[in-house]
C-alpha cells in the first residue's frame, strides 16, 4: 500500500490480557517508531527502529511493554497483562533513515484505538 | 527532561481571521517540524525548520524558527474552514533519534 497500515483499528481488551498491535510501514522506509498518544495530547514516544534494530526504547512506559520488527519491515507492539491506564491510541510512523539529530520527515498510520476495561 | 511546550491549547476563530500557535523547547534543538491532525485522523508533516532563523511559508501558512533554535511558531492569515484541526510542533535534538511532540493546539474556525 502506498501509507502506514496499523492493524486492528480498534481493540477492547480486559484488563490483565495481553494485547499485540501490528504496524506495516511505507515500503523502503528504515525507521519505525511507535507513539502513544492520550485524548488531547501529543504523541508520545515510546520506541524506535532502524531497520531491524531496536535503538532506543526509553519512552516504553514499564517492562509489559514490548516491541519487536525482525525483519526490518512489520513490527508489533506487545502490551502485556494490560491495565486501565494503556486505554490510548497508539500510532506507528515510518520514515526514511533517520539518525541522531537529523530527523526526517515521518508518516503515520491510523492508529490502534485500544480501550482496557 | 526534554519538553516542548505549545501554546494555546485551544484557538476559536472567524473564518478570515489570522491564527498564531507557539512552540517552546527547554533544550536546543536540531530542527523542529510541525504536524497537523484532523479531528479522528493522524497526524499529517506539514514543514521541518533546520536553520537558526529560518522562515518558510506554504500558501497562508508562515513558519518560523527561533535564533536560539529553541522556539517556533506557525501563523495562518486568514483562516479557512479547511484549517480545523489540531497543529502540532515535534522538535529532534542532536543527542536523540526521536522528535518530542508539543500538546498541540486545537483550532476550531467558524463560518
Known amino acids: 500500500g502506498a501509507g502506514v497500515s496499523q492493524s486492528p483499528r480498534y481493540k477492547v481488551a480486559k484488563r490483565g490480557q495481553d494485547v499485540a498491535l501490528r504496524c506495516d510501514p511505507i515500503s523502503g522506509h528504515v525507521s519505525l517508531f511507535w507513539y502513544q498518544q492520550a485524548l488531547g495530547q501529543g504523541p508520545e514516544f515510546l520506541t524506535y527502529?532502524?531497520?531491524?534494530?531496536?535503538?532506543?526504547k526509553s519512552g516504553l512506559p514499564s517492562d509489559r511493554f514490548f516491541a519487536e520488527r525482525p525483519e526490518g519491515s512489520v513490527s508489533t507492539l506487545k502490551i502485556q497483562r494490560t491495565q486501565q491506564e494503556d486505554s490510548a491510541v497508539y500510532l506507528c510512523a515510518s520514515s526514511f533513515s533517520s539518525r541522531r539529530g537529523f530527523h526526517q520527515p515521518q508518516h503515520f498510520g491510523d492508529g490502534t484505538r485500544l480501550s482496557i476495561l | 527532561g526534554q519538553q516542548v511546550m505549545q501554546i494555546p491549547q485551544y484557538q476559536h476563530v472567524q473564518e478570515g481571521e489570522d491564527f498564531t500557535t507557539y512552540c517552546n523547547s527547554s533544550?536546543?534543538?536540531?530542527?523542529i517540524q510541525w504536524y497537523k491532525q484532523r479531528p479522528g485522523g493522524h497526524p499529517v508533516f506539514l514543514i521541518q525548520l533546520v536553520k537558526s532563523g529560518e522562515v518558510k511559508k506554504q500558501k497562508r501558512l508562515t513558519f518560523q524558527f527561533g535564533e536560539a533554535k529553541k522556539n517556533s511558531s506557525l501563523h495562518i492569515t486568514a483562516t479557512q474552514t479547511t484549517d480545523v484541526g489540531t497543529y502540532f510542533c515535534?522538535?529532534?535534538?542532536?543527542?536523540?533519534?526521536?522528535?518530542?511532540f508539543g500538546s498541540g493546539t486545537r483550532l476550531l474556525v467558524r463560518p
Open positions: 533544550t536546543t534543538l536540531s530542527n
Open positions: 515535534a522538535g529532534g535534538m542532536d543527542s536523540s533519534y526521536k522528535l518530542i
Open positions: 527502529f532502524q531497520n531491524e534494530a531496536q535503538l532506543d
